[in-house]
């Protein structure tokens, strides 16, 4: 139905189009043509003006020499017209090849940018749908049920130290200092859903005392003890924290990720794009909005620029699709092998590890990206967050599930 519209569409617009190209002066009078015959009219008229005895002979033969000049003139100007009619046909036929390229270059563009058959959605539908899709997510219950589980290895001395916090903790519910230790402990370990209960309880005992910053640490925990995914009740800390401190740029990193992954993907763009800017370089926050930004810009339809980031990102090895084959394969490794030299000699951040994960993904090189995987894992084996965006980039090159 949809291309049957579309084509009907285009008949509609077509076809009177070339139509009237191709009767183009058919029908119209030449305007040489239509003076020679008012001159042939005053000439006439002269004649008869004589006869009546309006002129005398002298002015009538004046008046003959002026006619005649000017139809001579017109006839002049009656042959160009024939001759450019002669040419008029091809011109014709030129117009309408440019109609019907123009009319299959419209449909062509369609099929490229377009949905073809793909219902209208005005922007308050569309508003309306995603708020629809906010207010029925998981919570954070079900979100850490279906977070994948952190395998990290801790040293047992480690282990035995925080069971005794635990202990602490459990004697002397009330005590902040010790509850913050059990929070940043407890994450060290993996145990993420645990290290979010200690905060919640924090958060209890501060109540409104309560800063910006533990606010968005609430929020933080929950998102990785749910493995990267923003429940409401993380939004809602992370809301709670920007109402305190617009500008925490934690709180609006994870905000921009929670907009993204509820359809806002141009909100969040513009969050990111702030912090991007704001900086500072080294700032922990700027390496993962480097590695997403571009997946976002495409969900906003925005047209981004590539990043300077260290060595080749997904995206950087996607877009070396437009070259030739050589080429494009010279550039890839060499981007892929100069990145995987460099953290192999002198390390690098775990969004470094997790991009050369991926790449090696879209190089189809299955066995090296499991090698990389296993490296870093046993790198960052003390770094939950770190392990989270190693995972995600494990499972996008189909090393593990």
């Known amino acids: 139905m949809f291309w049957l519209v579309a084509l009907g569409l285009i008949a509609i617009v077509g076809v009177p189009m070339a139509g009237a190209l191709l009767r183009r002066d ?79 270059g419209a449909v062509w563009l369609y099929i490229e940018i377009g949905v073809p058959g793909m219902r209208d959605l005005p922007l308050q539908d569309r508003l309306a749908t995603e708020k629809k899709t906010r207010d029925s997510r998981p919570d954070q219950t079900a979100g850490e049920a279906a977070a994948p589980k952190l395998d990290l290895k801790a040293d047992p001395q480690h282990e035995d ?56 640490d609430t929020g933080e925990i929950m998102i990785l003890a749910a493995g990267g995914y923003v429940s409401p009740q993380a939004e ?20 921009g990720l929670a907009l993204a992954q509820t359809g806002r993907s141009d909100v969040a763009y513009r969050m990111w794009a702030g912090l991007l800017e704001e900086g500072p370089e080294d ?15 495409r969900a906003a339809g925005i047209s981004l620029s ?25 550039m890839i490794r060499g981007m892929v092998g100069g990145l995987a030299e460099r953290l192999a000699t002198d390390g690098g951040t775990p969004t470094e590890w997790a991009r050369l994960i991926r790449a090696y993904g879209v190089l189809d090189e299955r066995g090296k990206a499991n090698a990389i995987w296993l490296e870093a894992k046993e790198t ?13 980039a494990a499972r996008a090159a189909e090393v593990i599930n």
């Open 236 to 255: 809602s800390a992370l809301v709670q924290a920007l109402n305190r401190d617009p500008r925490d740029p934690r709180a609006r990193y994870y905000s």
């Open 26 to 104: 058919q029908n119209t009078p030449k305007a040489a043509e239509q003076d020679m015959g008012i001159y042939k009219d005053q000439m006439s008229e002269v004649d008869r003006d004589l006869a009546r005895g309006v002129f005398n002979e002298d002015e009538a033969k004046a008046a003959r020499t002026e006619v005649a000049r000017r139809l001579l003139a017109a006839d002049k100007r009656a042959t160009a017209e024939v001759a450019a009619t002669s040419a008029a046909p091809t011109a014709n036929i030129i117009a309408v090849g440019l109609v019907a390229f123009a009319l299959i």
């Open 380 to 392: 960052f084996k003390t770094n939950a967050e770190a392990m989270v965006l190693l995972q995600e």
């Open 283 to 297: 700032a922990p926050w700027i390496p993962l909005i480097q590695s997403q930004i571009g997946q976002v810009a």
């Open 306 to 330: 590539a990043q300077s980031l260290p060595g080749p990102s997904a995206e950087d090895v996607e877009n070396a699709t437009q070259m030739a084959p050589e080429d494009r394969q010279a």
């Open 161 to 216: 130290l925080v069971a005794q916090l635990r202990d602490a903790v459990a004697k002397n519910p009330e005590d902040a200092t010790g509850l913050r230790l059990l929070v940043d402990n407890e994450a060290r370990l993996g145990n993420l859903t645990a290290a979010r209960a200690a905060q919640q309880h924090l958060m209890g005992i501060l109540g409104e005392d309560a800063l910006a910053s533990d606010f968005t």
